[in-house]
Nanobody
Framework: QLVESGGGSVQPGGSLRLSCSVSEYANKRYCLGWFRQVLGKEREGVASINSDDSTYYTNSVRGRFTISHDNAKDTVYLQMNSLKPEDTAMYYC???????????????????WGQGTQVTVSS
């Protein structure tokens, strides 16, 4: 089970850090990702990371968002800086076993999903 936290409301230019507990993946090779969805639109891949620390970012967040994981805490983070109103969405944590180190970016490749946490960027 994945549990997200850290969402909220922030003004444009502000920062938030999302967290997701991934204890089921301790000592396993995995790929973890963050996705977001605006009501009425398709879910969009934001960032992903694998056990080798390879990362992927969608173009709209590259340079502003950072995905990382803390193995000791079994937690994956999404640090979001310089937030824009267009970043407003429900953010979901996702996970998949990746025994060969693949870095997944498509939602169809992720098996487990959290319930989501809302991020609102507005003045």
């Amino acid at each position: 089970q994945l549990v997200e936290s850290g969402g909220g409301s922030v003004q444009p230019g502000g920062s938030l850090r999302l967290s997701c507990s991934v204890s089921e993946y301790a000592n396993k090779r995995y790929c973890l990702g963050w996705f977001r969805q605006v009501l009425g639109k398709e879910r969009e891949g934001v960032a992903s990371i694998n056990s080798d620390d390879s990362t992927y970012y969608t173009n709209s967040v590259r340079g502003r968002f950072t995905i990382s994981h803390d193995n000791a805490k079994d937690t994956v983070y999404l640090q979001m800086n310089s937030l824009k109103p267009e970043d407003t969405a429900m953010y979901y944590c996702a996970a998949a076993l990746s025994p060969y180190g693949a870095l997944f970016v498509d939602q169809k490749d992720f098996t487990y999903w959290g319930q989501g946490t809302q991020v609102t960027v507005s003045s």
